[in-house]
Nanobody
Framework: VQLQASGGGLVQAGGSLRLSCAAS????????MGWFRQAPGKEREFVAAITWNGGNTYYAESVKGRFAISKERAKNTVYLQMNNLKPEDTAVYFCVRHRGPLSTVRDSTMYEYWGQGTLVTVSS
């Protein structure tokens, strides 16, 4: 079972991209679904999360107001709309499932089903 992120690419600063996340194998979307990113030489960083059976969303301060996480339950898909992209947003983006309490929503160790990720490159 994996969560496959797609939609990455090269974009100029100020541009937009929408990432998608689909599950392969049996359904794994549950609890909270999240997006993390990892830039070269840096730690994995929390980006956003959404409650699968509700609508609560959570964001990193660095992306608040620019990124929006959403879900489409009928398609078993999670999205990350990224607007006003900056060069510092350049990273591999991963879609993952949260398996812990709400207090750990920003803790990468409390997520599972890390796939290959999708590369987002923002040029200045």
């Amino acid at each position: 079972v994996q969560l496959q992120a797609s939609g990455g690419g090269l974009v100029q600063a100020g541009g937009s991209l929408r990432l998608s996340c689909a599950a392969s194998g049996r359904t794994v979307m549950s609890n909270r679904m999240g997006w993390f990113r990892q830039a070269p030489g840096k730690e994995r960083e929390f980006v956003a999360a959404i409650t699968w059976n509700g609508g609560n969303t959570y964001y990193a301060e660095s992306v608040k107001g620019r990124f929006a996480i959403s879900k489409e339950r009928a398609k078993n898909t999670v999205y990350l709309q990224m607007n006003n992209l900056k060069p510092e947003d350049t990273a591999v983006y991963f879609c993952v499932r949260h398996r812990g309490p709400l207090s750990t929503v920003r803790d990468s160790t409390m997520y599972e089903y890390w796939g290959q990720g999708t590369l987002v490159t923002v040029s200045s």
